[in-house]
């Protein structure tokens, strides 16, 4: 069975950096789409950052230039680095695998395995 877990979350100053972890069990992250979304208190669930199974890899217009996803396949782990963080960051980080093999897709219903999340708080 696929399972997800995050790691990495926590509190920093804006301007700070962290870097979250998910680790992956039971899945190939060079065959399939791997995101990291975010839900902020009171808000919806947003797309934060996706890496294609081909590597290719996108990011909301809020974290451009600011966020990095990366993967290391023979660890099954998914990476996201997090640069010049603002308050407004501050979420619960979940990491998702998609439901399909070889597809590319930016919408929650596209995947089907979650983490728990991770608590990331950035103070001001």
């Known amino acids: 069975q696929v399972q997800l877990v995050e790691s990495g979350g926590g509190l920093a100053q804006a301007g700070g950096s962290l870097r979250l972890s998910c680790a992956a069990s039971?899945?190939?992250?060079?065959?399939?789409?791997m995101a990291w979304f975010r839900q902020a208190p009171g808000k919806e669930r947003e797309f934060v950052a996706v890496?294609?199974?081909?590597?290719?890899?996108s990011y909301t217009d809020s974290v451009k230039g600011r966020f990095s996803i990366s993967r290391d396949s023979p660890k099954n782990t998914l990476y996201l680095q997090m640069n010049s963080l603002k308050p407004e960051d501050t979420a619960v980080y979940y990491c998702?695998?998609?439901?399909?093999?070889?597809?590319?897709?930016?919408?929650?219903?596209?995947?089907?395995?979650w983490g728990q999340g991770t608590q990331v708080t950035v103070s001001s």
């Open positions: 998702a695998t998609s439901r399909l093999q070889s597809t590319l897709t930016y919408s929650e219903s596209g995947y089907a395995y």
């Open positions: 890496i294609a199974y081909n590597g290719f890899t």
């Open positions: 039971d899945r190939s992250l060079s065959t399939y789409t």
